[in-house]
């Protein structure tokens, strides 16, 4: 049985679409504003049959064992409709932005999820 650290893929963000971006602006003393997304560079498709389903955050304190997860964000509309695959042209784009606080500096660790590619991973440092 393989282990969830054996099957999350990463690369560099430039070359691999498949990768989450995670922007990071620190503003205030403990105001912490993220961005993310998944195909900054060379663009993701969004179809029924090929998408990225979920983006998830976490935060990493310097010095402690366990992250806190700081949201998880579900991307739903794909191009389908009762009408049967990509007939509708509402499609969500795989990027949000979000704010937490700490005065911790740490690991901003991020998790996407290709219905076809699996699950991808990056970390940035804040």
């Given at each position: 049985?393989?282990k ?70 579900e ?32 690991t ?19």
């Open positions: 049985m393989s969830l650290a054996d099957l999350l893929q990463t690369d560099d963000w430039k070359t691999e679409k498949h990768v989450p971006v995670v922007e990071v602006n620190k503003s205030g003393e403990d105001r912490v504003e993220i961005t993310a997304s998944v195909g900054k560079e060379i663009a993701h498709p969004n179809t029924t049959e090929h998408h990225i389903r979920w983006i998830e955050l976490y935060f990493l304190p310097g010095g402690e064992k366990h992250p806190y997860q700081v949201g998880r964000y991307f739903a509309a794909h191009g389908a409709s009762t009408d049967g695959p990509d007939t509708s042209d509402v499609y969500s784009s795989p990027e949000i932005s979000s704010v937490f606080r700490t005065s911790k500096s740490g901003v660790i991020a998790k996407s999820y290709c219905n076809i590619h699996g699950l991808w991973t990056s970390e940035t440092e804040v």
